[in-house]
Structures are given as C-alpha cells and as structure tokens.
C-alpha cells in the first residue's frame, strides 16, 4: 500500500463545469503524476510534479491545470469540462527518492462530463 | 522520443495453457527503465516488475518470467500455466534515463477461460 487516495473516486457532471480531482499521499514522495485511461490509448500523462509548487506537462495537458502546495496533495483542474475529458483519471508517485523508481497508482477516479 | 508497443489488443487462452504478451519499445537513452503492470478487473494498477537496461538477465517470479532482449528492443511477458485469476489487461512502460515519468504501451487484455 503505497498510501494514496484519490477523491472523489467517482463524479458526473456537466459540461462546461469546473472539476477538481484530488491525490494525497502519505508517505512523502516527491514524484506524484496525473494520467488519464481511455480505451484503446492505454494511461497517458497529463502533468507531473516534482516537488511543492514545482509542476510540468505531459503529452495530454489541454485543458488541464495542476497545483501543489503541499507535498502530500497533487490537485488536477479541468477549468471547464468537456465530454472527450470523460475518462478514468489515475494519480501515481514514485518510489524512492528519485524519479527512476516504479509508480504506485491510487485506486482510480472515474469522471463523466454529460 | 519513447514509445511503447503492445502488439497484441487481446488474447484469450484456456487455463493451464502459457501465454507470451509482447513489449517491443523504442528509446533514444542508452540508459532506461522497463516496467510490466496489471491491471485486473476490479480496476487497480498492479506494479509486476522493472528492469533496467543494464541488467539483461531474464527474471521469474513464480509462474510469471520476463525476457528482455536489448537486441531486438524486447522486454516480453510469459505467464506459464495460466490461470483464470490472471485474466487482466497488462501494460509494458519504458522510462529514459532523463524522463519522469513513464510511457505505457495501449495494453494487452487477456482472457483465461476455464
């Protein structure tokens, strides 16, 4: 158990909406990333962080924005949501200190954007 | 660039039988990591196994051995007298050495049917 929680684990909205999705950690990594999973695309990174304000983009970022204030949480916004960000959204950190270890995900979040 | 390649979209195979899934991977990096995940029904990413590309020694963990071939750009899976509890959709990933995070191929779903 890799201690990481994701909330809410499942969300239906409208579109146009603001969403934020929430990962918090326990055990103190600095490496937390955000992807989503889609069906035929595998898990695609949408952005990263690599320590307390430090953030960058992965290859899915469009309207998508990150924050990280605190070790322990990695805050993913859609500012305005659109059906095609309907998806299974997947938070991970990295083992060990370093960013050449595994990733451990969180169990999931399953968003719907109506 | 990395990119991952999972050739096989789905496998189905009758329990006790060996099933081989392939990873074929491209890198620019000399040095670079390698991952095997699954990912059951119930939804969780599950880490199997990660290799390093300086590290070509084969590797078995129980029924499950993985053959990396830095010749070919290989790094295939082979679950031997397989079981209907191993049916679930696996990932190979590549990292590079300079990267922080982790490429996913689209993912093989394999069903093992009594």
């Known amino acids: 158990d890799a201690g990481i929680t994701q909330s809410p684990r499942h969300k239906v909205t409208e579109t146009g909406t603001p969403v934020t999705l929430r990962c918090h950690q326990t055990e103190n990594h600095r490496y937390m990333y955000w992807y989503r999973q889609d069906p035929g695309h595998g898990l695609r990174l949408i952005h990263y962080?690599?320590?307390?304000?430090?953030?960058d983009k992965g290859e899915v970022s469009d309207g998508y924005s990150v924050s990280r204030s605190k070790t322990e949480d990695f805050l993913l916004t859609l500012e305005s949501a659109t059906s095609s960000q309907t998806s299974v959204y997947f938070c991970?950190?990295?083992?060990?200190?370093?960013?050449?270890?595994?990733?451990?995900f969180g169990e999931g979040s399953r968003l719907t954007v109506l | 660039a990395q990119k991952v390649t999972q050739a096989q979209t789905e496998i189905s195979v009758v329990e006790k039988e060996d099933v081989t899934l392939d990873c074929v991977y491209e890198?620019?990096?000399?040095?670079?990591?390698l991952f095997w995940y699954k990912q059951p029904p119930s939804g969780e990413l599950v880490f199997l196994i990660r290799r390093n590309s300086f590290d070509e020694q084969n590797e078995i963990s129980g029924r499950y051995s993985w053959n990396f071939q830095k010749s070919t750009s290989s790094f295939n899976f082979t679950i031997t007298a397989s079981q209907v509890v191993d049916s679930a959709v696996y990932f190979c990933?590549?990292?590079?050495?300079?990267?922080?995070?982790?490429?996913f191929g689209k993912g093989t779903s394999l069903l093992v049917t009594p």
């Open positions: 962080s690599y320590g307390v304000k430090d953030t």
């Open positions: 890198t620019r990096d000399t040095t670079y990591y």
């Open positions: 990933a590549l990292r590079g050495y300079s990267g922080y995070a982790l490429n």
């Open positions: 991970a950190i990295s083992s060990g200190t370093g960013n050449t270890g595994e990733l451990f």
